[in-house]
């Protein structure tokens, strides 16, 4: 066991405090927080849009809901990341991780717009109803009336999201970014050993998901607080 123990130490130290590697992994955290945020961002604003087009009844638009939502949800992610990276944005001044939550945020708008269809969908027709015998028009029904009770509904499949959207981002290495899985990959390489790195990476992946799926937690149970009043 004290064997055990000093191996695992020293196997510790040559990969986080050596040459102070846990730094890349520090940094690595932000990256991947930061290309995850602008991502969801950008996710719901398009998914938003999206939903409207394939709700529409206007078959342009619906054709052309249907046809983003078919081309991304038919296509790898890394594919797109570096289609948008290397082709798109080749000429374009951004930095990389703006480019990069570009493109995982039109790619989680097309699974947002299916969700937010679905809790719009989940809406009693009668709602719509009321609120046009009430005087309002389609804008003020949808906004007012069907968008807040939906949102209800839509809150856990897109916190859902959010948390794939975090582990799917650890593919951004293909593009440059030192995100965590990258700065394991790179201490992977630069001690030969690879327990320890890629055991590192795993454990502060799962810390953040558990700490975003608590407060997401919170946030979920304040909704339906707000439904038995």
Do not use: H
């Amino acid at each position: 066991m004290a064997e055990w123990a000093a191996n695992f130490s020293d196997l510790f130290y040559k990969c986080f405090i050596k040459e102070d590697r846990y730094k890349l992994l520090l940094s690595g955290i932000g990256v991947t927080v930061k290309v995850s945020l602008l991502a969801i961002v950008i996710g719901i604003l398009i998914g938003m849009l999206i939903a409207m087009c394939n709700l529409s009844k206007k078959k342009f638009l619906k054709f052309l809901g249907g046809i983003y939502t078919d081309i991304i949800r038919g296509t790898p992610s890394v594919t797109q990341l570096m289609i948008i990276y290397f082709v798109i944005f080749a000429t374009v001044d951004l930095d990389k991780w703006i480019i990069a939550a570009i493109a995982f945020g039109i790619n989680s708008g097309a699974y947002v717009s299916e969700i937010i269809r679905a809790g719009i969908l989940s809406i009693d027709k009668g709602q719509a109803e009321a609120g046009r015998s009430l005087g309002l028009n389609a804008y003020q029904t949808m906004t007012r009336i069907i968008i807040p009770q939906a949102v209800k509904n839509i809150f856990p499949a897109l916190c859902n999201e959010f948390i794939v959207l975090i582990k799917e981002t650890a593919i951004v290495g293909y593009v440059g970014l030192m995100d965590i899985q990258k700065a394991g990959d790179f201490i992977k390489s630069a001690t030969f050993i690879a327990f320890m790195p890629l055991i590192g990476t795993a454990v502060i992946y799962y810390v953040l998901i558990k700490i975003l799926t608590l407060l997401l937690g919170r946030i979920e149970t304040r909704l339906r607080k707000s439904d038995a009043r």
